[in-house]
Nanobody
Framework: QVQLVESGGGLVQAGGSLRLSCAAS????????MGWFRQAPGKEREFVAT????????YYLDSVKGRFTISRDNAKNTVYLQMNSLKPEDTAVYYC?????????????????WGQGTQVTVSS
């Protein structure tokens, strides 16, 4: 079993930045691809970013490319999402997810473990 705990969400003005963290339990974190998803009120859960087991491969939702950066520290069992130039449309609950494969996916059904989510609110 893997437990994921997100932190770092909050309220920020448009143009601001936040850094989300996701701490994972278990000794196999370094073998898992990780992903970030988000869900806005009344909308489906949406892929945001994913990173491979080593951190050598990343992929992003088009609308966050150049603004968001996913990274990981396997020594700390933690994955991060640095979010810059935030927009009101980025407002959502952000979820961290782990996939028991070396490489990630944009499909939520491909992930095996999920965190409880952290709220990000961007005011205009």
């Amino acid at each position: 079993q893997v437990q994921l705990v997100e932190s770092g969400g909050g309220l920020v003005q448009a143009g601001g930045s936040l850094r989300l963290s996701c701490a994972a339990s278990g000794r196999t974190f370094g073998n898992y691809a990780m992903g970030w998803f988000r869900q806005a009120p009344g909308k489906e859960r949406e892929f945001v970013a994913t990173i491979s087991w080593s951190g050598g491969s990343t992929y992003y939702l088009d609308s966050v490319k150049g603004r968001f950066t996913i990274s990981r520290d396997n020594a700390k069992n933690t994955v991060y999402l640095q979010m810059n130039s935030l927009k009101p449309e980025d407002t959502a609950v952000y979820y961290c997810a782990a996939r028991t494969r070396l490489y990630g996916s944009t499909w939520s059904n491909d992930y095996d473990y999920w965190g409880q989510g952290t709220q990000v609110t961007v005011s205009s």
